[in-house]
């Protein structure tokens, strides 16, 4: 995309955003380039939704990047990212926990995560049902992972246009999030990033309470293909 429209867009992202929410620039299909012109703009956080293609295009980019990883993550997937990754908002499953633990444990490094909720009607999307979660919740103790650090949740609204349908699957989110912060699972301190919002229901996302955005087309534009 042209350079000029991309200050642009990033600029009227920036300002639309409250100060304490966090942007991830979600880069997934975007060339090196365009990841490398909104760098120069001064951009770190950027999201990827597919293991191979953040693999190949990490090493061709600035090393002080926070990749964030947002998409489904297959358990012999979790090799290509986890030497670099940052934050992997998408942990949707034990046995990706236990993977995750065994490749940082490896790697000597403790890695930070969000657990992932299923919030939308949709069935396509991933993550622990909020029934789950508890479940999970309740045995922390017992399958808490030493090179993990859970620094809070991430959720996806159901693909709608029915504002009141998404308004309440993310008021429901945040009230999980609140919930598990005062049960105390979790040190308050870190377990503080609730991960919500897309260019299509940013706002709905700031006002239900996310802390981080994950914002594709407005900054970089409609995706090819
Ligand atoms: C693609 C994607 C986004 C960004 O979507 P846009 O509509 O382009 O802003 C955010 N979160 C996840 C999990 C995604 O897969």
């Given at each position: ?11 009227a ?42 693999k ?111 308004r309440?699957e ?48 407005a ?7």
């Open positions: 995309m042209d350079p000029i429209a991309l200050a642009r867009n990033y600029a992202v920036k300002a639309s955003l409250p100060l304490h929410i966090s942007l991830v620039a979600v880069s997934k299909t975007r060339t090196v380039e365009e990841i490398q012109a909104l760098y120069d703009l001064g951009h770190r956080d950027f999201g990827e939704n597919y293991p191979q293609e953040l190949e295009k990490q090493p061709l980019l600035p090393g002080d990047i926070r990749w964030h990883f947002i998409g489904h993550l297959q358990r012999n997937k979790v090799k290509y990212i986890l030497p670099f990754v940052h934050l992997v908002h998408s942990v949707d499953s034990e046995s990706l926990l236990d993977e995750l633990q065994k490749r940082a444990s490896t790697l000597g490094r403790t890695l930070d995560i969000l657990l992932q909720v299923h919030i939308a009607q949709e069935e396509t999307k991933h993550g622990f049902s909020p029934g789950e979660l508890e479940d999970l919740l309740t045995r922390w103790e017992l399958v808490q992972r030493d090179h993990i650090r859970v620094r809070g949740l991430m959720g996806m609204a159901s693909l709608t246009e029915d504002q009141n349908r998404i309440s993310m008021d429901g989110l945040f009230t999980i999030f609140r919930t598990v912060r005062e049960k105390g699972t979790f040190d308050p301190v870190t377990f503080s990033i609730l991960s919500m919002g897309m260019s299509g229901d940013v706002e709905v996302a700031v006002a239900a309470g996310s802390t981080l955005v994950r914002i594709g087309t900054i970089f534009g409609a995706r090819r293909g």
